[in-house]
């Protein structure tokens, strides 16, 4: 019996030792679904990549690239805003033999004549973020966008459960016409009734995402309006310089719906205090956008897995009343310019943006 | 500007000379307070304190970057290099010391320093090598650019808490950057007006020929204009560094047209030779207080667009109406 037993718990030790080792084995090569097991090389090309929120969108693609040992080879090439660089960027990319292209096709369509030929001559090519027209299977292989009228939807709710009777909202964003505003107010408009009034002219105020114009538009709307509740915002860090304006002319800063910035949840915990008004609430402001364009283009240059989602939805990320999904976020000892919001460590954003 | 060219100016030099800067004086402040007028009819709250004491730091950038554009503009020179002067002193004034107040004068000074060394070498290429200003500056500009990306790669960083104090705060109610337009109005005036070197400075705008065959050094002053005016667009620098407390690596893009428009809009010739730099600083709180009753009439952007072209057509025409009235009575 004393033996049996013995027996029984030595076999039952060994397999577990046999599954434990196994398992580590397993996680040690775990490959994301999306990774398949043919060779390519990948290239990511972006429109302009000056500034911080390019930086950390670059390095997170880097990440994702790094995540699948099939890659053989990354590289990456910035059009400097030079629509004719981005142009040859692509095409040069192409002539190298890159198999897989992601591309950040700030032009717009002029970049789809680019965008086609190098579909044609059988390369994997994944716009994202940026409409470039045309149609998938067409002109590129897959395109993914980002929604912004899902963001306009996210702030909408959360106006709702701030104001439920209603209220005078301010909406800017930024050069007159662009698209992202204009889905944004479409899904703002879907969730908010007549109750709300909107005081800016039609369709947003216009700043230019420019902080210095921010601030005049805001110093104008407050004078004008004696009333605003809730300003929404396609571009939180831009307000930061902006915000303090309300407290110069005697008024409590008012709720904030917008995206997320280290600067601006570190302004919102010093001032939040002082300004009764002054809820905040942000949706992520889309770095991770990238990683699903790599994982499309990736998933087609190695036949691997295809992900699930097809466009990037923006999650909701801080809420000052709920504190879900996160309380207000700040790392006063790293750059104002980071967005702890992307999968990238904030240490490692800090390096990306050279602080 | 063809009106400055036909008018017999030697006249007006020798017997008009006080008449004229209280033309382009008058001329100004009638637009303003036009302006003014209609601001409290159409759009009352454009001119209530909160909205004056917000929009007058704007309106004293576009004041001193308009200070600097005159002096060179009086020696008959254009310079393009402003956007990048003033966006690499925003640049070195918030990333060098990464918001450690303890950094900020090394900041300014180093400022200073850039915008001084593309001072004289703009003054350099224009005034020895006699190469057109447009062109020259066009090219210092793109170096000033590439020291901004070299600098901060185009990220914005945040300024240090002590330069949004002086920079952003009031003194007495008035927002602190008034003070130092004021400063810098009260100086150019007093150097072009009061002393000799002004006097002289004015003098080769007006025939760098004539100062030649009376002896004076028309090379240097006019190397000394866009050196002046470097000092002038650092100031601008600094203060938006200050005001905007995240302000992007290109700042500056947005005051190179107001400069030049405040400039024309004062009364200074293009061709050089007098300058108004008190009817400059008024022009700027023209132009800027324009776009705040732009912004408060609450109409479509392309509405609002509209409204700045027309008032600025406006003053210009007011400025050129007048004159042609003054040709009529002197001949």
């Excluded at chain 1, 990774?35 to 930086?55: E, F, H, I, M, V």
């Excluded at chain 1, 579909?119 to 929604?147: L, T």
């Excluded at chain 1, 709300?196 to 210095?212: G, I, L, M, R």
């Excluded at chain 2, 705060?169 to 337009?181: D, Q």
Aim: charged content about 15%; some cysteine.
């Amino acid at each position: 019996m004393n033996y049996a037993n013995l027996k029984k718990g030595l076999a039952v030790s060994v397999a577990t030792a046999v599954i434990a080792l196994g398992g580590a084995g397993l996680a040690k090569a775990e490959t994301p679904s999306w990774c398949g097991p043919k060779k390519a090389t990948l290239a990511l090309l972006d429109g302009y990549g000056g500034n911080s929120w390019r930086q950390v969108t670059t390095a997170s693609g880097k990440q994702t690239v790094e995540l699948c040992p099939s890659i053989t080879k990354y590289e990456y090439a910035d059009g400097q805003g030079d629509t004719q660089k981005a142009i040859s960027d692509i095409k040069g990319m192409a002539a190298k033999g890159v198999d897989a292209l992601v591309v950040f096709g700030d032009a717009g369509p002029a970049m789809l004549p680019a965008i086609t030929s190098v579909f044609k001559s059988g390369k994997i090519i994944v716009p994202y973020r940026v409409a470039v027209g045309g149609k998938e299977g067409v002109n590129y292989s897959k395109f993914i966008g980002s929604s912004f009228e899902n963001d306009g939807v996210t702030w909408g709710k959360w106006i709702k459960g701030v104001l439920p009777k209603g209220g005078n909202v301010l909406f800017i964003s930024g050069p007159a016409g662009n698209s992202q505003g204009l889905d944004e107010l479409k899904g703002l408009k879907s969730v908010l009734g007549p109750e709300y009034v909107f005081v800016n002219q039609a369709p947003f105020a216009v700043t230019n995402w420019d902080p210095a114009l921010t601030q005049k538009v805001l110093t104008a709307e407050i004078a004008k309006n004696a009333k605003i509740d809730v300003i929404v915002s396609d571009f939180g860090p831009s307000l930061v310089g902006a915000l303090p304006t309300f407290t110069k002319q005697g008024k409590s800063i008012p709720a904030l719906a917008t995206s997320d910035g280290n600067s601006l949840g570190c302004f919102w915990q010093d001032n939040n205090a002082s300004n009764p008004d002054f809820k905040l609430f942000t949706v992520a402001t889309g770095n991770d956008n990238v990683r699903l364009a790599v994982q499309w283009a990736v998933a087609l240059a190695t036949g691997g897995e295809k992900p699930k989602e097809q466009i990037f939805e923006a999650p909701a990320y801080e809420d000052s009343v709920s504190g879900k999904p996160n309380a207000v976020q700040c790392r006063k000892d790293l750059p104002g310019a980071i967005y702890m919001s992307s999968a990238l460590k904030p240490e490692d954003q800090a390096k990306a943006v050279g602080q | 500007m063809s009106a400055v060219s036909t008018t017999p100016t030697g006249a007006d030099r020798y017997g008009a000379g006080r008449m004229q800067l209280t033309r382009s004086f008058v001329t100004v402040i009638f637009s303003t307070v036009v302006l003014l007028v209609a601001c409290l009819v159409f759009a009352p709250s454009s001119v209530s304190w909160g909205a004056l004491s917000g929009s007058l730091p704007f309106a004293a950038i576009i004041a001193i970057v308009g200070l600097g554009q005159l002096l060179v503009v009086q020696q008959g020179g254009f310079d393009l290099s402003l956007p990048g002067a003033v966006s690499l002193a925003v640049v070195v004034s918030t990333h060098y010391p990464q918001q450690n107040d303890g950094l900020l004068y090394q900041a300014v000074l180093l400022a200073l320093a850039f915008n001084l060394a593309i001072g004289i070498l703009n003054g350099v290429l224009v005034s020895l090598f006699r190469l057109n200003s447009i062109i020259a500056t066009i090219g210092t500009n793109a170096l000033l650019y590439a020291t901004v990306f070299a600098m901060s790669g185009g990220v914005p960083s945040v300024t240090t808490g002590l330069l949004a104090n002086i920079a952003g705060g009031e003194t007495f109610g008035l927002p602190n950057a008034v003070y130092f337009a004021l400063g810098a109005t009260a100086l150019v005036s007093f150097m072009l007006k009061k002393t000799v070197a002004g006097r002289r400075f004015e003098a080769i705008g007006a025939s760098p020929a004539a100062g030649e065959a009376a002896g004076l050094r028309v090379r240097s002053y006019q190397m000394m204009a866009y050196v002046y005016a470097q000092l002038f667009y650092c100031l601008a620098g600094v203060l938006i560094a200050g005001i905007t407390r995240e302000p992007t690596a290109f700042q500056g893009d947005s005051l190179l047209l107001p400069s030049v428009a405040v400039v024309v809009l004062g009364g200074t010739s293009l061709l050089g030779g007098r300058g108004f730099p008190i009817s400059t600083v008024l022009a700027a709180f023209f132009l800027n207080q324009l776009s705040q009753f732009a912004l408060s009439v609450g109409v479509p952007y392309s509405a609002q667009t509209i409204i700045q072209a027309l008032a600025l057509g406006f003053g210009i025409g007011v400025y050129s109406l007048r004159w042609s009235g003054k040709v009529r009575k002197t001949t």
